[in-house]
């Protein structure tokens, strides 16, 4: 976690004042607040100005190096509101060699320019170097131009800043932290933005007690002047939260209290998967279950989820909860979501469902149909899981679906293929099925073997049941036979009382 934030500086707009030395500034106007705040601490310092003119010679320079550095060309590029049409457009095109040139002319010249023509050149060769990456002589062109007595007040601050910037780059902390308190000293006003690169320095330092307390002067800063603070201020200032409890500075209740309202903000006006998940397990932390399954089902139905895991995660708090039909359709979408996943050794790319059809899977699919009383679509569900299982009991569960749906037949060949296998949590309770299921196709024989085998179950419950059913399956057989009788006698009545009036 402590280097997410390593290269966030350089996401910072580049502060330093690249383009805005005119050569027309007229000075010797105002007096540098600055300087007069360290006169008053005691302390010796040089006289900065706001303003300064540039020497004629140095200033016609500057115009052709801003002018190389502000070079455009006409491009032409697809038109997005008509298709296959295209437009002309401008695109910077600074031309590095020509500004190079005439800032390498300054540089040899250096001796005999004044102190401020001195820090413009300086600020420009900061400027290209930083372009390029080369952060090392960036931060030499800053130190030279820092070093110039007659630097202006904007030159100064700007390349404190942006020197600030580049040392926590270079990963020397103190130094960057140094410089950015000095800059706070200097400037008229401290902005939130200051505040946030100053917090990620500490947390580099791990520093996080000061790190939070600046984030958290960050953000308030971005709401006094009217703006939304950035959405990586708002995960600083979390793991902050995270480091301090983990080193015990300030107790977990409190720490994940701070956080849930950090996330809370992260959802509402970042919405992203991963502030979804670390909100809802906070919830968890915090034994807010249904807080937790409710910002799980929130980021579900964004289309978040690209797990199995958490699909399968968010229906089962959907069915603890007494949710059955919103599981079974958070495990239907998981099975119907489609994701890309590379094969690591041939880099071969491959779509796959979320979900795949696995036992455990497939199980829980049809408990959740079950319990949501959707039969018809837990039957087709459980055929696929019996046919996986190891086990007799999916076999065993799915008999006593068909004979809740009155398909006898069905039933009896799920049980039979259940007790085929090696193990079955109750062969008793699913012989008392069988039974059942032989007894409603009136083959009271077949049942009442199938009863006989449960009740030397040593379960007591299990072997009252099944006697209770031979009895009731032998006085169903009787009856079932005299009402035979019966009706042939009748039909028999019938057909002489025909023969006899023919």
């Not at 040392?167 to 130094?175: I, P, T």
């Amino acid at each position: 976690m402590k280097k997410l934030f390593l290269y966030s500086f350089l996401s910072l707009s580049f502060v330093a004042i690249n383009f805005s030395v005119s050569v027309d500034l007229v000075a010797q106007q105002e007096v540098d607040r600055s300087d007069k705040r360290q006169q008053k601490a005691g302390k010796s310092s040089r006289s900065y100005k706001k303003a300064r003119v540039l020497q004629s010679s140095t200033a016609k320079k500057v115009v052709k190096v801003v002018e190389a550095l502000e070079r455009q060309k006409t491009v032409r590029v697809p038109d997005p509101e008509n298709e296959g049409m295209f437009i002309e457009k401008e695109e910077d095109d600074p031309d590095w060699a020509t500004a190079r040139s005439i800032l390498t002319e300054l540089l040899n010249n250096r001796a005999e320019m004044k102190s401020y023509d001195r820090s413009v050149m300086w600020n420009y060769w900061g400027y290209i170097y930083f372009s390029e990456e080369d952060y090392d002589q960036a931060m030499y062109a800053y130190e030279q131009l820092l070093n110039e007595p007659e630097a202006t007040i904007p030159l100064r601050t700007a390349s404190l800043l942006t020197l600030a910037q580049l040392n926590l780059v270079k990963e020397r902390w103190d130094k960057g932290i140094s410089l950015i308190l000095q800059w706070m000293d200097e400037v008229e006003k401290i902005t939130a933005q200051s505040y946030y690169l100053l917090s990620s320095a500490y947390f580099q330092k791990e520093d996080f007690v000061r790190a939070r307390t600046n984030m958290e002067e960050a953000i308030r800063l971005a709401e006094e002047e009217g703006y939304r603070p950035k959405e990586n201020w708002y995960v600083l200032l979390a793991a902050c939260f995270s480091e301090l409890k983990d080193r015990k500075v300030i107790g977990p209740e409190y720490a994940l209290e701070q956080q849930v309202g950090i996330y809370e903000i992260l959802v509402n006006y970042y919405p992203k998967k991963q502030y979804f998940l670390q909100l809802g397990y906070t919830y968890q932390q915090m034994d807010r279950e249904e807080d937790y399954m409710l910002t799980l089902k929130a980021a579900y139905d964004k289309d978040f989820l690209d797990k199995e895991s958490e699909y399968l995660a968010l229906a089962q708090m959907l069915l603890l909860k007494k949710n059955p039909y919103w599981a079974a359709q958070v495990l239907v979408a998981g099975q119907q979501k489609k994701v890309t996943i590379t094969d690591e050794d041939t880099g071969e790319e491959e779509t796959v469902a979320v979900l795949k059809d696995k036992e455990k899977t497939l199980k829980l699919l049809a408990d959740a149909w079950r319990m949501a009383q959707e039969i018809d679509m837990a039957i087709p569900v459980l055929e696929k899981a019996a046919k996986m299982s190891k086990d007799g009991d999916t076999y065993v569960l799915l008999g006593n679906l068909y004979l809740f749906e009155d398909r006898m037949e069905d039933s009896i060949r799920a049980i039979k293929n259940g007790l085929a296998k090696p193990k079955v949590k109750s062969r008793s309770q699913a012989l008392l099925v069988l039974g059942q299921a032989y007894f409603e196709l009136q083959n009271f024989e077949e049942a009442k073997k199938q009863f006989r085998a449960a009740a030397r179950d040593k379960n007591k419950r299990i072997k009252k049941t099944a006697n209770s059913w031979i009895k009731y399956a032998e006085n169903e057989e009787i009856r079932v036979k005299n009402l035979a009788l019966r009706r042939d006698f009748i039909q028999q009545s019938k057909a002489k009382s025909k023969a006899k009036n023919s």
